[in-house]
């Protein structure tokens, strides 16, 4: 169970156990950190669980004779009627709060004493007259109640073991008569053997004790499983938000600062080609050349700065950059974007990617001859369809198309793309995203 | 001619500075940011702006909203914004006040130091300098006028909208004078523009391909 921390000590512990030889090992357990704490968590068990038990009893007992004594007719005091129906009323809204009291009173049992940590159900008050039932139809209060009826009975029948393990020495001398030397050889045996075994007798009892608390106090697995699926819902979407911001950050600090310099570069490469008079024509040829090397590189660099993330999509949305991307494909794209309402930055990051790299595969792969763009939102999705009427034949599955890597962003935020592509052509390709 | 600058990188701000002051212009002032650019263009009433796209605080698009309020404040102050890439929509937004006295280049285009002296006195001088990448950008998407031109009188379109005379295009496309003119007025007619003052049809030619 993931949500259970087991306990560092009982590992040094083994190791210390471990570690000693010769006839000292023998009593090693006996003084062992962690048999102590077995023996408190059993015996603390016993008289906890006791104590609990009989309340939760003693409510079910009431509420039982209160209601058995209504549905006979009372025929006693009116006031007596009126107790029974407090009662029979109270004593259900009484208990799921004390079950969930006592529950954490016995979760920090296990805490202290075992240092193993249970997590608590979720509890779901609702509101109205609803919040005083709901704890009737969820398993959890079942099977904590379980517990509370069940430690009595099984905790306190461990305890009690446990404590005559350890006080056998004491206990047996004790007992009944004067026996006689072979007896008397035999109860001393048997108690220095029920000394030995208490270790492992508490640890038992722990142990067994832990195993059914978790079960019985602890989440239920379909909880359990709807808290997991939650929290790697939540860390995917930070992941790709993470990842969304990272590249937002590195655009920025080319922009501020590579490109920057490049520009200042090829200006004064710029300048000097166009005022030196004096130089030879060797050095004027290798300032030209320079300078378009330069100019090449700022070329380059700004392809690949915007394909890391266009700033425009922050400053002015999903229709401001897409129109840019259309407009750079070398074959004419239709545009049309119809979304109402702005989604968040990684949806349309996701979207903006979409289309570039679909109109990429479309120009490189194709042989198209024009291509449609259509952005909208249907229901709470986000919907681009990139269509155009080149000869077919695509699939995201390949390795080199870009694609792949776009469905699989797309998948990150609970989106998909699809390729439709038969022999011949047309192609269309569809990301469906929620917008958020 | 005049000049107040507007760039936040201290480098190229030094680095434009002389390059303009090599070209001609008297730079009377260069600032880091848009809030600043608006104060100097009070103060200074210079002949032209030449402004960044992205500065702070934000570093999104604060240079052409700052292009914005100086061409609706001053309309006779002309203003050419640099950026490290060029946008359709900051385009559209620029152009929407008036084709007159405005540029938009990428950065790079001060690496060709004569281009863009060049595209600088026009633009000061009232004429439209815009990048080539943003003709194509606002040329593609308009695609219903678009489709009655032949790609020879789209092209020349296209070096109408990149602020360059008849002259210039005769220049570019090689062709003689007498060719870029019969072009020229083809456009007009296929754009049902009246035969009035000649450069008021090239601008109203101009607007109606970018659909401002």
Request: charged share 20%; aromatic share 4%; hydrophobic share 45%.
């Amino acid at each position: 169970m993931p949500n259970v921390v087991p306990m560092t000590s009982a590992s040094t512990d083994a190791r210390t156990d471990a570690r000693t030889t010769g006839p000292l090992a023998l009593l090693r357990p006996l003084s062992s950190h962690r048999t102590w704490q077995a023996t408190f968590h059993a015996v603390a068990g016993m008289f906890l669980g006791a104590a609990t038990g009989v309340v939760v009893v003693l409510l079910g007992v009431l509420w039982w004779a209160a209601v058995i004594s209504l549905v006979q007719g009372a025929n006693g005091h009116w006031l007596l009627t009126a107790l029974y129906v407090v009662v029979a009323l109270l004593a259900p809204l009484a208990v799921p709060p004390w079950v969930r009291f006592i529950s954490a009173l016995q979760r920090e049992r296990f805490r202290a004493l075992l240092g193993v940590e249970i997590a608590a159900p979720g509890h779901a008050p609702g509101s109205g007259w609803r919040s005083i039932l709901r704890p009737w139809t969820t398993g959890a209060t079942w099977r904590q109640l379980a517990y509370h009826l069940l430690t009595p009975l099984l905790g306190g029948l461990g305890g009690v073991v446990v404590l005559a393990c350890w006080s056998a020495p004491v206990l047996l001398p004790l007992s009944v008569g004067t026996p006689s030397g072979p007896e008397y050889l035999l109860r001393f045996v048997g108690a220095i053997a029920l000394l030995f075994a208490a270790p492992w007798v508490a640890r038992g009892v722990a142990g067994a004790d832990t195993a059914v608390a978790r079960h019985l106090l602890g989440r239920g697995q379909a909880e359990e499983l709807a808290e997991r699926v939650e929290s790697l819902a939540r860390s995917r979407a930070d992941l790709t938000s993470a990842a969304d911001s990272e590249r937002r950050r590195i655009e920025r600090d080319l922009h501020d600062g590579v490109q920057q310099r490049l520009v200042c570069l090829a200006m004064n490469l710029g300048m000097a080609r166009a005022t030196l008079t004096t130089p030879t024509e060797e050095a004027l040829e290798v300032i030209a050349a320079a300078h378009d090397e330069a100019t090449a590189a700022l070329a380059e660099l700004r392809d690949f700065v915007r394909g890391l993330h266009p700033a425009v999509l922050d400053d002015r949305g999903l229709d401001a950059a897409l129109s840019g991307v259309v407009a750079r494909a070398p074959l004419p794209v239709k545009l049309r974007v119809d979304v109402p309402r702005r989604c968040s930055p990684s949806i349309e990051a996701i979207a903006y990617f979409a289309v570039s790299e679909a109109l990429t595969n479309v120009a490189k792969h194709a042989e198209a001859s024009r291509a449609e763009v259509v952005t909208e939102q249907v229901g709470d999705r986000l919907v681009v369809t990139v269509t155009d009427d080149g000869r077919g034949g695509a699939s995201s599955e390949g390795a080199g198309t870009g694609l792949r890597g776009l469905a699989q962003r797309a998948a990150a935020v609970d989106g998909g793309l699809t390729v439709v592509s038969p022999p011949g052509g047309p192609t269309t390709v569809t990301v469906s995203v929620p917008c958020e | 001619m005049r000049v107040v600058l507007a760039e936040d990188s201290v480098l190229l701000r030094a680095g434009l500075t002389k390059l303009l002051t090599d070209g001609g212009f008297e730079v009377v002032d260069a600032v880091p940011d848009a809030d600043r650019l608006l104060t100097a263009v009070d103060a200074h009433r210079p002949d032209v702006v030449v402004v960044d796209v992205r500065m702070p605080p934000t570093h999104t698009d604060e240079g052409i909203r700052a292009a914005l309020v100086i061409r609706r404040l001053h309309p006779e102050i002309a203003v050419c914004v640099l950026s490290q890439y060029v946008e359709e929509r900051y385009a559209t937004d620029l152009l929407s006040v008036g084709t007159s006295g405005v540029g938009y280049l990428l950065k790079d285009r001060v690496a060709q130091v004569s281009d863009f002296l060049d595209a600088l006195r026009r633009v000061a001088a009232g004429g439209t300098a815009l990048d080539p990448e943003v003709v194509a950008q606002l040329l593609v998407r308009r695609d219903d006028p678009m489709e009655r031109l032949t790609p020879r009188e789209q092209e020349v379109l296209r070096l109408m909208a990149e602020g360059r005379s008849n002259n210039g295009i005769t220049a570019a496309l090689k062709v003689g004078h007498s060719a870029v003119e019969k072009y020229v007025t083809n456009i007009f007619a296929k754009l049902d523009l009246p035969p009035t003052d000649t450069d008021h049809r090239r601008v109203l030619a101009v607007l109606k391909y970018l659909g401002t």
